[in-house]
């Protein structure tokens, strides 16, 4: 009996984001059934290679914001590659008060043989959805877009 090639990839990101959007600080093991043990992964603040590596970034994430979670919002998929929309959303202390935060991005996924993840590439505007919120540098980067917009 041969499997459908297209039903298989289809189901390996429907894994991929069942893991993402399910994550937690408990469920970081999860983790090493979606990525490769030398997996590549790139956002604006990381470069790492290897599943270790990956697992540090998300327990940095948990350990400095609250309540971080994704939701994806969609998925176009190509051969061994996929794009996901998504949105990652948190609480941020600033000062006295909690501000909830939505930012929204997208991920470049490339899948082995195995429809495990290889490469993982994030891209969002850390300017936009993280810096401005930020009491002193966040003032900052809204000054400098207003002076780049006039």
Known sequence: MQTNPIAHKIADIE????????????????????????????????????????????QHMYAALNKPR??????????????????????????????????AGTSHLRFDAEGRITQHHDYWDAAHGLYQQMPLLGGLMRWLRRRINS
């Open 15 to 58: 894994r991929a984001i069942r893991v993402f959007e399910s994550l937690t600080e408990r469920s970081m093991a999860d983790l090493g059934t979606i990525y490769t043990a030398d997996a590549r992964f790139v956002d604006p603040f990381n470069a790492v290679r290897s599943i270790d590596a990956i697992v540090q970034v998300f």
């Open 70 to 103: 994704f939701v994806v919002t969609g998925s176009l998929a190509q051969g061994d590659q996929c794009f996901l929309l998504w949105e990652f959303q948190f609480r941020l202390r600033s000062f006295r008060k909690t501000v909830d935060q939505c930012i």
